[in-house]
Every structure is written in structure tokens, then in C-alpha cells.
């Protein structure tokens, strides 16, 4: 077992914890925190699979910006006695066949349809070459996607505002 | 560390993401497993540039695109869920039948 393949062991593990605290804690908040350190154990899987400057995106908007702002929704809306509560529904166990079920389905089609052969790069800086394509052939969905963050900003402003709805 | 390994727990995580959708009772929880879906589909697009097409970076710049559009889907989400805590006081996705009764 090479070096690599260990720590692929070691994140992945880490990252199904955290991911299985998540969906089950009863405490909202620990639930956040969990999800903001799987976030950061993904992108550390990010940089073995050679995706540096996705790390560096990965750490900086989901853990610094998306995380912090679950953590003050949560912060305003959990009570004490919210999160001693049940926080599952009564159909948790459909729900759990359904996940297993996806998790089933998925993993056969990994191992049924064929795959090409694997080559592989050495790992190299990819920040350069990622501006080029962002700004080169992937110019149009960059440029729509400064549009949904704005139509987002403003949705955020409307609903957020104090008003009957 | 092959491709299979990857796309198996991301599958794993995935279908984690899929119960926590279904199974969790308050909105925040949902809006958090939809994240560790988003994040199962990252994990697969980059695995996918790095063991099949390792000579373009394709996979990544889809996945920054998704990382965006993540973060704004959270944003108006949780403006939503705060709307609703104001107005109702319950953030329980069976509470919330509005328009049903």
C-alpha cells in the first residue's frame, strides 16, 4: 500500500464519520461544525486527486464563507429544546433503504460499465492553466454564473428582509 | 488509490446526503445534506479529470462552477429559512404545509 492509498484510507473514513455525524446528531450546531471539518477533509482528497487551486477554492468558499453562514442560521434559529428533539421524520426508514439503495445502484454501475484505460499526470501547479480555460472555452458559463450569484444577492435581500411574508 | 476507490465513497457520500434529505425534520439539516451531495458530484468530476483526462482541466472548472452556484444556493436558502423562522416560529419540514391546508 503506497503513501497515497493511505491517506485516501485515512480522509475518506474521516470524511464518512463526519458525513454519518451530520445526517444523525441531534444538535444542530455540532452537526454545522461536523460538515464544515468534512468540507475541509474534502479538500484535502481535492489535492491528492491533484485539484490545488479547488483545495484552495474548496477551504475559502465552503468553509469560510457557506459554513460561517449555516453557523449564524443556526446560531439564531436553535433553541435547547429543538435540539432534544427527535430530528428524524417518521419515514427514516424508507429513507435509510433509499440511501442504501443509491449507494447499492451506484457502486454497481462503477464496477459494470466499462471504464478507459487510467493514465495518469504528474502533479503539477494547475492555477495557470485553470484562468485560461475559465476565461477561454469555458467563457460563457463563467460569465452566467456571475448572473446567478447576482440574481442570489438580490433573492437574499428580498427574502431577508423584516416584512410579512 | 485507484478510480474506483473514489467514485465508491463517493457514492457512500452521496447516498449519506440522499438520507439526510429525507430522513431530517429540520430545513437546516436538509440545506446541509444537500451540500455533502454537491460535494459527493465534486469529488467524482475531479476524480474523473485526474485518473481519465488528465491532459485538460475541464473537470475542475466544472466544479468551480459548482462550488458557485452552491454558495448562492445556500445563501437564498437560508434567507428562505430565516423568512420562514420569522414568520412561523418552526423550521420542521412536516410543519410546513401552508399551501396544503
Redesign the interface.
Known sequence: MTLETGIFYGLGGLLLILSLLVVTTRNLFRGALALSTALGVMAGLFVLLGGDFLAAGQLLIYVGGVMVLILFVVMFVQTPALFRAPQTNRRWIPALVLGAGVAAVFIHIFYTVPMPEETLAPAAPTSAALGKLLLGDMAVPFEVVSLILLAALVGALVFGLEREL | ?????????S??????????V?????L??I???V??MF?AA??NF??F????H?????G??I???V??????????G??????I???TQN?N??DLHLLHD
Not at chain 2, 488509490?1 to 465513497?9: D, Y
Not at chain 2, 479529470?49 to 481519465?52: I, K, P, Q, V
Not at chain 2, 462550488?67 to 437564498?76: L, Q, S, Y
Not at chain 2, 437560508?78 to 423568512?83: E, N
Open positions: 488509490m485507484t478510480l474506483a476507490h473514489v467514485l465508491i465513497l457514492a457512500l457520500l452521496f447516498a449519506i446526503g440522499v438520507y439526510g429525507l430522513a431530517r425534520r429540520s437546516i439539516a440545506l446541509m445534506s451540500e455533502l460535494n465534486n469529488l475531479v476524480a479529470n485526474h485518473f481519465l488528465p491532459d485538460n482541466l475541464w475542475h472548472g466544479v468551480l462552477l462550488i458557485t452556484v452552491a454558495a448562492a444556493e445556500a445563501v437564498v437560508l434567507a428562505l429559512v430565516i423568512a423562522y420569522r414568520n423550521l419540514a412536516e
